[in-house]
Structure formats: structure tokens, C-alpha cells
């Protein structure tokens, strides 16, 4: 029996709704060495979130739109227009 199943209003789909309706991706210190600029423009990325609140915890507290992940590592992070480059026929697009 899980955790969540005497819980269904705090562990069930109100709560992962309003979390996905948020769509913001908090990324704790995972960005060190990431650059704003796009890979090469012949790379294509694995997934893109895009259309979110990406705060990336630097120092600057910035605050992108857009995250690219290509090769299991974090790949680009920025803007819905500078992650539309990393977008290829395999790439799988997630609208947050």
C-alpha cells in the first residue's frame, strides 16, 4: 500500500495539476558551465521544454523561458526563440 493511497487529495491529480499548470523547472545548481548560447546548428537536441519559468538559482537570479537537453546534459538555456535552432525532426517538444 503506498504512502498516498489514505491521501488522495494531497498525494493525487489536484496537486500534480496545479504543479504541472506552474510549469516552472527549477534547476538547483545544475547549470554550472552552461552556456546561453545554442549548440552547433547541426546538433539537434533530445527534448526542449520551452513556453516555462526556468530559474536557473545563479547569482544573477535569471530566469529563462526555454531548456534544452541533448545527451542526458543540459544543452541550452534561454529563450523561446534561441532554443527554436536545437529543434530537429527527432526532437521531442514539451509546451509547458
Not at 500500500?1 to 534547476?27: F, P
Not at 558551465?33 to 549548440?39: K, L, Q, T, Y
Request: charged share 10%; hydrophobic share 45%.
Amino acid at each position: 500500500m503506498s504512502a498516498c493511497s489514505d491521501r488522495k487529495a494531497r498525494c493525487g491529480g489536484a496537486r500534480r495539476a496545479g504543479a504541472i499548470a506552474h510549469a516552472g523547472i527549477t534547476l538547483f545548481g545544475l547549470l554550472a558551465g552552461v552556456s546561453s548560447s545554442a549548440m552547433a546548428a547541426d546538433l539537434s537536441a533530445t527534448v526542449v521544454y520551452q513556453n516555462g519559468i526556468v530559474h536557473t538559482v545563479d547569482q544573477a537570479g535569471t530566469v529563462a523561458q526555454a531548456l534544452a537537453i541533448s545527451g542526458g546534459k543540459i544543452a541550452y538555456v534561454g529563450s523561446n526563440a534561441g532554443v527554436q535552432s536545437l529543434i530537429g525532426k527527432n526532437t521531442k517538444v514539451i509546451d509547458l
